[in-house]
């Protein structure tokens, strides 16, 4: 044992393995920081070039990727007001406004902080924990994977705020159109309204990007036009000064600020991702809204979420970073890919003619620690390359006017739609959610609600009618396992007392 | 700034519940319409199963939503609210966003995003020509290093190419 953590430390601290992991950070941050370029994308244009490239410093790279695209779609976010990842749509909802009020830097370093602190959280939760989190992933079937939807659905009630039929209809549109597209059990295409490009669904990034991003963008733009009647010319500096203002000399965000302001909301955030990651399913962008959810529940500052405070953006970021280490346990363990951005590490793997699941650590012991071990240091390349670097300029950009900026992201957004898989219904989807998140927004129904509705939707019908399959349409089935039960149990309970601690 | 009052949102949400409410009609009658929906799968339920019960959630959403308001406004009083009109800005920003994905086929993607960003910059009543011709330009070739460049990414090939 002894011998083969001395090899992984070699392995580990080689120069090759550094350099991979700190260019993939730092192609992960940029991509993810690009409005309409997500992570997962870096990885999937990565992954050739680690054909070429021995093991370890192949998942350095990859890894570095994953982490860096992480917190580069908050970046995106919390500048632009549009995720650079589906999973950055709840960071939306405070770090927009905190940098709209003029504390952008307040904004990204809360962000950055939460989500190394979700991160490391979660490496060393894998580290430690990693074969009894393989084994309870496993033990998730149907009817548990339904509980634990039950119990995502539960946090809903908390975007409710007064305003339960709003938040309804919200979820119900949410949930329809989740299912368009091929019929979960059959694969049998519905609901395409004699579109066939319609027939193969709504892609969530083209959708998510539109409902957050573009009706933002429009907002953005009217007040913009309506805000400045009649055309300007840039003469003078004071004119370019309009254009690109200068940080407030008081947005200032340490570390100590933040730990003292956000440890619960990052605590609560880096347990969330942590659970949900190990989890097939949910993923990062559940356990992001999720945890946004419970930190508009269980914060001091309850009442200002939404308003633009650190605490709403400290839950989401480190909960989404917090599923990087645990979504990798799966496959790990068993060789199962829980999540699409698992499956291009199974790619990898299989690149290097390692097959994943229980040999790797028999056969390949020195290199699963030694990728253990560039997980932490993916982590510090992280905090030192996105607090040097790219802080400082994304939130300048970000206080450019909005008049010049919308007009340069529409581009970027466009094309990005469109690459992700060379689908050009995919920018049609994502101008047809902006119309209908600006109509929501309009009539004041939170997002919120249609998003998780649109990704739990196709997760819960999924489970229950595989459930029904094996059961055989058996009542009992469903609460026979304990695990469901509890999930059951713990639903019911934390709506009620959420629902309870609101009215107070 | 054009003030929309209290009053005139109440009936743009009455309207909306409306129309929700007959779009879920419409959705469930469709959804009824599909041979698919008659034919049971393993689990015992047609494919049909969930959307009709979704659609059926939104109209009764929708349907409580419409009652409940049209009593609410028969005692509501107006409270002004500032909000920008936005026609213009869906019509430009929509407009533009499609006729520009319409251009990557008939001229190029780089040159249907310059004239996207000189469109917008221009309804956006930018008047310095020095800077409409710079990001125009300098946004392009940002496309074109990071799209084509960098990710490889296959556009199709317009007349211009």
Redesign the interface.
Same mark, same amino acid.
């Given at each position: 044992m002894f011998a083969a953590l001395e090899s992984a430390l070699s392995l580990a601290l080689a120069w090759e393995n550094l350099v991979g992991v700190v260019a993939g950070v730092v192609l992960g941050v940029s991509f993810g920081a690009?409005p309409g370029?997500t992570g997962y994308?870096g990885i999937a244009?990565g992954l050739p070039f680690t054909f070429f490239m021995p093991t370890v410093p192949a998942m350095a790279f990859l890894l570095g990727i994953y982490k860096g695209g992480m917190f580069g779609g908050a970046i995106s976010a919390i500048t632009f007001g549009v995720p650079g990842e589906p999973s950055s749509a709840p960071t939306v909802f405070d770090g927009f406004p905190l940098a709209k009020k003029g504390k952008p830097y307040t904004a990204l370093n809360t962000a950055l902080y939460s989500s190394i602190a979700g991160n490391l959280l979660a490496d060393l939760a894998v580290i430690f924990t990693f074969a009894p989190m393989g084994v309870l992933s496993l033990k998730f079937g149907p009817r548990e994977l339904f509980a634990l939807m039950f119990v995502c659905l539960a946090t809903l009630v908390i975007f409710m705020e007064g305003r339960i039929?709003?938040a309804?209809?919200g979820?119900?549109?949410g949930?329809?159109l989740a299912?368009i597209g091929p019929?979960p059990?059959?694969n049998?295409p519905?609901?395409g309204?004699g579109i066939p490009e319609l027939e193969a669904g709504i892609g969530l990034t083209p959708f998510v990007v539109g409902l957050f991003a573009?009706s933002e963008?429009?907002?953005q733009?009217?007040?913009?036009?309506?805000?400045?009647g009649?055309?300007?010319?840039?003469?003078t500096t004071e004119d370019l000064r309009q254009l690109i203002r200068d940080p407030s000399p008081s947005d200032r965000f340490s570390v100590r600020d933040w730990f003292t302001t956000t440890w619960r909301e990052t605590l609560l955030g880096s347990g969330v991702g942590i659970f949900l990651g190990a989890l097939p399913g949910p993923g990062g962008t559940m356990s992001a809204f999720t945890a946004y959810a419970l930190a508009g529940r269980l914060s001091k500052n309850r009442g200002r979420m939404g308003t633009g405070i650190p605490e709403g953006v400290a839950a989401p970021e480190a909960a989404d970073s917090a599923t990087v280490g645990p979504s990798l346990i799966p496959l790990f363990a068993f060789g199962i890919p829980g999540s699409a951005t698992a499956g291009l590490f199974m790619g990898a793997f299989m690149l290097q003619g390692i097959a994943p699941g229980p040999g790797l650590f028999t056969d390949y012991m020195d290199i699963m620690l030694a990728i253990f071990m560039i997980m932490l240091a993916g982590t510090v390349a992280n905090l030192v390359i996105s607090k040097v670097v790219m802080i400082p300029v994304f939130a300048r950009l970000g206080l450019i006017d909005a008049?010049?900026l919308?007009?340069?992201l529409?581009?970027?957004m466009?094309?990005g739609m469109?690459?992700i898989d060379?689908r050009?219904f995919d920018?049609?989807i994502?101008?047809g959610a902006?119309?209908l998140g600006?109509?929501l927004q309009?009539?004041e129904i939170s997002l919120a609600p249609t998003v998780v509705a649109y990704i739990i939707?196709p997760m819960l019908?999924k489970h229950f009618?595989?459930g029904?399959?094996l059961s055989g349409?058996s009542v009992t089935y469903w609460f026979a396992s304990p695990i469901a039960l509890g999930l059951y149990i713990v639903g019911i309970v934390a709506s009620v007392l959420l629902l309870r601690r609101k009215k107070t | 700034?054009?003030v929309e009052s209290g009053k005139k949102k109440g009936r743009?949400?009455y309207v909306?519940y409306i129309s929700?409410t007959l779009i879920s009609i419409a959705?469930i009658v469709?959804?009824w319409s599909?041979p698919?929906a008659y034919t049971k799968?393993?689990?015992?339920?047609s494919?049909?199963a969930?959307?009709t019960v979704?659609?059926a959630?939104?109209l009764i959403?929708?349907m409580?939503?419409a009652i409940?308001k049209g009593r609410q406004e028969e005692h509501s009083q107006p409270s002004p609210k500032e909000?920008?009109?936005?026609l213009?800005?869906?019509i =430009? =920003?929509?407009g533009?966003?499609?006729a520009?994905?319409l251009g990557?086929w008939y001229f190029d993607?780089v040159i249907?995003?310059?004239l996207?960003?000189f469109?917008?910059?221009f309804?956006?009543?930018?008047?310095?020509w020095?800077?409409l011709a710079g990001?125009s330009v300098g946004?392009g070739l940002?496309?074109y290093v990071?799209?084509i460049l960098v =990710?490889?990414?296959?556009?199709p090939r317009g007349w211009l190419r």
């Open positions: 690009l370029v994308g244009l039929i709003k309804i209809i979820t119900m549109i949930f329809f299912t019929d059990i059959m049998y519905r609901l309204f573009l963008m429009l907002i733009f009217s007040e913009s036009l309506a805000a400045r009649k055309g300007w010319q840039l003469e008049r010049i919308i007009p340069v529409m581009p970027l466009i094309l469109y690459a060379n050009p920018v049609l994502m101008v902006g119309l600006l109509l309009r009539l939707g019908e009618r595989r029904l399959i349409g | 700034m054009r743009t949400e909306f929700a959705l469709y959804l599909q698919w799968t393993g689990d015992g339920l494919m049909a969930f959307p979704f659609a959630g939104l959403a929708s409580t939503g409940l909000e920008p009109p936005l213009w800005p869906v =430009l =920003l929509g533009g966003v499609i520009s994905t990557l993607a249907s995003s310059s996207l960003v469109f917008l910059l309804a956006g009543r930018v008047r310095d020095r800077l990001i946004t940002l496309i990071l799209f =990710l490889g990414v296959y556009f």
